[in-house]
Every structure is written in structure tokens, then in C-alpha cells.
């Protein structure tokens, strides 16, 4: 189920927009956006919470703290019941295309009745927005960009919060009695950043309880198609669900079908044929007599067509097949394999934590190592100075080695500017164990000065780590242009680390890209960019990212024992 602190945040959000959209102030939007995140957040269960309890949660007051109790007894909250009721649902929709703000949306519902986001694209078609003011060629050029990336991430569901649903479903059904095994398969498995629908196995004699099961599951809000063999249901958020039940002595057989990729199917499919084989979801068939050679596990499937048992997050038929048979596979990193976390913030700045309970919870979390690195002065909205910065790390000092002897690196966060210089000067910078750099701004140069920008990042001798590279968001924001050769090639030659940012809405840099950057031999870090203590644990899809690219631990620096990591970051690490 989803935690009450998720479904507070996104209520709270949506008052947020109603606020904005009906011309209430922005400041008051901005209050409550800012206390769903700190909601969000917060690592205890607000249903747990008293009123003062809330209260002490970052940026609740008492109303927004009544509001939450008031949710918390009756399932609703009246204020925004009341303004759900002046604004149609379709017109909050509007908002969510990337480049419309409130006030735009409801100029194009007042002024054109506009009220849903194909009504909108509708209109720009018919030029029927040519004479609203603020409606420009160039907005309308943006608007319509805006929908074409709202479309196509429209239909696929974030990884993040499909495998929510997945474990939910996943813990029920193995509690179902009969059941053998029970695991999700498809392009969850296989860690993709987006997913088209959840495919979920069950291993069990009969299949009809599971099928009842899954259809009378709270997440269920309607039955697509309902079989003996396979059973169909949509969530309440649109996800489709596809459960297969199969026999226990096929489930190896099942689990490589349905895993996929298409493409990694039609590869192993045709070696199969090529030793006289038929590979089905029941499993691997002699093509003559017809008897099953394997099928119980996917290892036995896959050594029988002379493989080795190749990880989900490798079977897109992108050389992995060839690499098997070389025996040349890729040993990918793991999550167990990260000894240290080297991006994250605190409420210095924009985190939501303190330093303690960050440094606590890190530690919790077994890492070796933990860097703190929050925003230098360049993002001016988070009013950094030098001498706040050298008081936490005298406080980072401190706690050095007291949380389960885990050690501490203090850095920052750097911005890079249009030219790719950065917010503190060389002198400072010596200062810090480590320093991230990243792109917060100026996002058009065009490819030329993006180029240029991010080199000269990469051949500043203490910028270490460059974080969320392309600064996409996923189904949001495309990733800046850049000649990503050219910059793949500096950060190997300056020996400057790229990230590979864990937040399920950057995934950065993206797999397609690590692949490229890795020909280049390019190091990498996997990290959380943690802004709260949950945070920290989407470190995971960040490792599954990092496994789409094919790495290893030795090209992830932290993986490495302190000391490695530390040569690394003094001498700036060239191979
Ligand atoms: P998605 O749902 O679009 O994110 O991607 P997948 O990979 O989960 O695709 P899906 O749900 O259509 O099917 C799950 C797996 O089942 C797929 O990865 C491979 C296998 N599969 C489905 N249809 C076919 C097919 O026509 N041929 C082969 N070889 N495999 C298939
Ligand atoms: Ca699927
Ligand atoms: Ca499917
Ligand atoms: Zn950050």
C-alpha cells in the first residue's frame, strides 16, 4: 500500500495546483507544495502523529497539521473537495504539461472553455489561440512540445512507482495458499525507466484462487480480462497487470519467456532451434520426441542452450548473447556492492533532513562511506556562504566514525555556469574531499557552448564527480544537447567521474548513454542525490540503471574500499 505520507503529498500538491489555477496567491501555493514534499519525506508514518507531532515535520504549521489529522479520520479534505468542485479535473490536467503554468491554463479555460489536454491540442490545430495574449508562436510552439512529451510518457508508468505496485502485489499473492513461487517478470525485471505494464507469475497447481485473489485486491479498480490461464486488471492509476499462473515444473521456462526482452526471446529462441530445440513459456522441448530438456529453473534453461544465466537487466539483445558465449559476460554491480552514497543534502540547504538524521540513517543503511554535499553559493535561492559550509564540515568532522565507524566526506554541490565556471573559487574548493558538478540552468545554449561548458567542467582539477549529466526528467524535460562524445572523452581524459544520478525521475545518465561514455572509459558513481532520509533508499534504481549500461563495480567508484576512492579523488583520477 501506498505509505499515508505519499497519499498526503500528492493531495496536498493538488491543492497546491487548485490554489494556483483559481488565482490564489502563490505564496500559499507554495507553502503547501512545499509541506507535501516535506510530508513526503519524512521517514515516520504520519498516521502515527498527534498535531504536534506533525507540527515538528519541516514546513507544517498548525492549519496545514489540521488539515492532515482531518484527512487522516475521514479519508478527505474539505478545502480541496471545495475547490475540486469549481475547477474541472481536466484543467488541473492542463497543468501538467510541461511549459503550461497555472495561469495559462486558466486563461484557456475561461477565456476558450478549454478543460483537457486533447481539447487544448485540439485548439492549437484549429489556431484558435491566436488571439489570446501571452499565446505567442513561440508558447504555442512549447506548449505543443509540451504535449508531445506528456504523451508519450503518458502511457508508460515511472519504474519507481510500478514496482510499488508490483511488491504489493507480489506480497499478497504469495500469501495466497498454493503458492509456490511468485515474482514479477516483464521490463520491471529487467529495470527499465519506464514500464508499459506489470507481468506477474505465479507458480501453483491450480490457478483459479490467484485469479479470484487479484481481482479482489485493493489495488484493483477494474477487470480487463478474466482466464484460467491468465487474468488482466487495471489499477487505479491506469497500470495494467497481467498474471500468469503456470505449473511449478515450468516456472524457469516461464520466468525467461516472460522477463523478455522480445528481442533477447528471438535470440535465445533461435539458438535453441539451432540445437534441434523449441523453447516455449513451458519450457525447452526436443523438437523430435517432443520431451521437456529444461524448464524447472531459468539457470537450467539457459545452460542447456549453452549459456550462462544472464542478469534481467542485460537481456535487450545489445551484445549480451555474443558476450555469453564468449563467456565474456559482464560481472554487473550490485547494490551490495556500493559501499557509499557521494551526492546528497541536507537542510542546509534544500534537503529535507538534518545532517544527523542523514548521517544516522545512512549509516543504518551499512555504507562505508557517506559524502555530504550540499549546494554551493550559484543557487542563489539557497543562500549558501562560506562560513555556513565550513561549519557543517566541522560538524562532519565530529561525526566522522561515530555512526557504525561509517566515515564522512564533506563536498558540496557545485553549479556550473553558462561557461562552465563554477560558484567557489580554486582556493575554497581545496578544501573539500570531494566535489559534484552540475548543470541547474541555462539548458539552450545550443550543442557548440553546451560542449564547451561541460569540458571546461570536466578540466576544473576539483570538480570530481559531474552529477545528473543531461538533466533530463523523465517524460518531462529532454536532456541538454552536448557532442557526448566530445564530453565522454573529457571526463576520461581529466579522469572526472560521471554520475549516475538514483532518482527515479532522472535516471542520469540514462543507460544508452552510460553504454557510450563506458567506450570511452569513463568512471562512474551511482548516487542517491538524497534530499530526505527515504530518499536514500532509490539508490536501487540507480543501480538497476547502471546494470542497463553494463557495469561493472571496478567502473563505479563507489564500490571501491575509502582508500581507492580517496587516491581517486586526490589525483584526479586518471586511469
Ligand atoms: P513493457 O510492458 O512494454 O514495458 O515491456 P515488456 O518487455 O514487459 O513487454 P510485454 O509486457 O509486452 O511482454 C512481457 C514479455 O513477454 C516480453 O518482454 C517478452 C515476452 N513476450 C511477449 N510477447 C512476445 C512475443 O510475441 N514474442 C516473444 N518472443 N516474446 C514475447
Ligand atoms: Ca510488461
Ligand atoms: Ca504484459
Ligand atoms: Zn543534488
Redesign the pocket.
Given at each position: 500500500m501506498p505509505r499515508p505520507n505519499d497519499e498526503v503529498e500528492a493531495l496536498l500538491r493538488e491543492y497546491a495546483d487548485l490554489v494556483a489555477i483559481t488565482g490564489g496567491d502563490a505564496f500559499k501555493a507554495r507553502a503547501y507544495e512545499k509541506a507535501a514534499r516535506a510530508i513526503g519525506g519524512y521517514p515516520a508514518d504520519i498516521s502515527t502523529l498527534d498535531a504536534d507531532g506533525l507540527r515538528e515535520i519541516p514546513n507544517v504549521g498548525r492549519s496545514i497539521a489540521e488539515k492532515v489529522i482531518e484527512y487522516l479520520r475521514t479519508g478527505a479534505m474539505a478545502v480541496v473537495e471545495e475547490r475540486r468542485a469549481r475547477i474541472p479535473a481536466g484543467v488541473r490536467e492542463l497543468i501538467a504539461i510541461p511549459t503550461l503554468g497555472p495561469k495559462k491554463a486558466l486563461r484557456l479555460y475561461e477565456d476558450l472553455h478549454i478543460s483537457s489536454v486533447s481539447e487544448l491540442a485540439a485548439a492549437i490545430e484549429a489556431d484558435a489561440l491566436a488571439d489570446l495574449k501571452g499565446f505567442g508562436e513561440k508558447t504555442q510552439d512549447n506548449i505543443r512540445h509540451g504535449i508531445e512529451l506528456l504523451r508519450r510518457a503518458g502511457a508508460?508508468v515511472p519504474l519507481a512507482s510500478a514496482l510499488d505496485t508490483a511488491e504489493e502485489i507480489v506480497g499478497e499473492l504469495s500469501g495466497v495458499r498454493g503458492c509456490e513461487r511468485c515474482a514479477y517478470?516483464?521490463?520491471?525485471r529487467?529495470m527499465?525507466e519506464t514500464?508499459?505494464?506489470l507481468?506477474v507469475l505465479v507458480a501453483a497447481g491450480r490457478s483459479a484462487p490467484f485469479m479470484a485473489a487479484l481481482c479482489e485486491l485493493p489495488v484493483t479498480a477494474e477487470v480487463v480480462a478474466r482466464g484460467t490461464k491468465k487474468t488482466s486488471v487495471r489499477t487505479a492509476r491506469g497500470l495494467q497487470v497481467?498474471l500468469r499462473v503456470v505449473p511449478p515444473a515450468s516456472w524457469g521456462a516461464a520466468m525467461q519467456?516472460?522477463?523478455?526482452?522480445?528481442a533477447h526471446?528471438?535470440r535465445t529462441?533461435t539458438i535453441a532451434v539451432r540445437l534441434g530445440l523449441k523453447l516455449s513459456e513451458y519450457g525447452l522441448f526436443d523438437t523430435g520426441s517432443g520431451t521437456a530438456v529444461a524448464s524447472r529453473t531459468e539457470e537450467e534453461v539457459y545452460a542447456r542452450l549453452g549459456l550462462p544465466w544472464i542478469p534481467p537487466t542485460l537481456r535487450e539483445d545489445r551484445g549480451e548473447i555474443e558476450a555469453a558465449l564468449r563467456g565474456e559476460l559482464p560481472r554487473v554491480v550490485t547494490e551490495r556492492d556500493i559501499r557509499g552514497d557521494l551526492h546528497t543534502h541536507t537542510d542546509l540547504t534544500d534537503g529535507l533532513a538534518s545532517l544527523e538524521a542523514m548521517v544516522e540513517a545512512a549509516a543504518a543503511r551499512g555504507h562505508a562511506y557517506y559524502a555530504v554535499t550540499d549546494h554551493a553559493p550559484g543557487l542563489s535561492m539557497q543562500r549558501m556562504t562560506e562560513e555556513k559550509i565550513l561549519a557543517q564540515r566541522e560538524r562532519v568532522r565530529e561525526l566522522d566514525g561515530t555512526r557504525r565507524r561509517m566515515r564522512l566526506l564533506h563536498g558540496t554541490e557545485l553549479n556550473i555556469g553558462p561557461d562552465g565556471e563554477v560558484d567557489w573559487p580554486a582556493e575554497f574548493l581545496a578544501g573539500f574531499d570531494l566535489c559534484v558538478a552540475s548543470l541547474h540552468s541555462h539548458f539552450d545554449l545550443g550543442r557548440g557552448a553546451m560542449t564547451r561548458r561541460l569540458v571546461r567542467a570536466c578540466e576544473n582539477p576539483y570538480v570530481h564527480v559531474i552529477g545528473h549529466p543531461t538533466t533530463r526528467l523523465i517524460g518531462r524535460r529532454e536532456g541538454v544537447d552536448a557532442d557526448w562524445d566530445e564530453v565522454f572523452a573529457a571526463c576520461a581524459r581529466t579522469g572526472t567521474a560521471l554520475e549516475v544520478n538514483a532518482q527515479p525521475d532522472r535516471l542520469d545518465l540514462r543507460d544508452e548513454d552510460i553504454l557510450r561514455a563506458r567506450e570511452h572509459g569513463v568512471r562512474f558513481a551511482v548516487n542517491s542525490d538524497a534530499h530526505s532520509v527515504p530518499h536514500l533508499g532509490q539508490l536501487r534504481f540507480g543501480v538497476g540503471t547502471a546494470q542497463r549500461g553494463w557495469l561493472t563495480p571496478d567502473d563505479v567508484i563507489n564500490t571501491w574500499p575509502l582508500a581507492r576512492l580517496r587516491r581517486f579523488l586526490r589525483t584526479g583520477g586518471r586511469r
Open positions: 508508460r517478470a516483464g521490463s520491471l529487467r527499465r514500464v508499459g505494464d507481468d497481467d519467456y516472460f522477463t523478455g526482452s522480445k526471446n528471438i529462441r
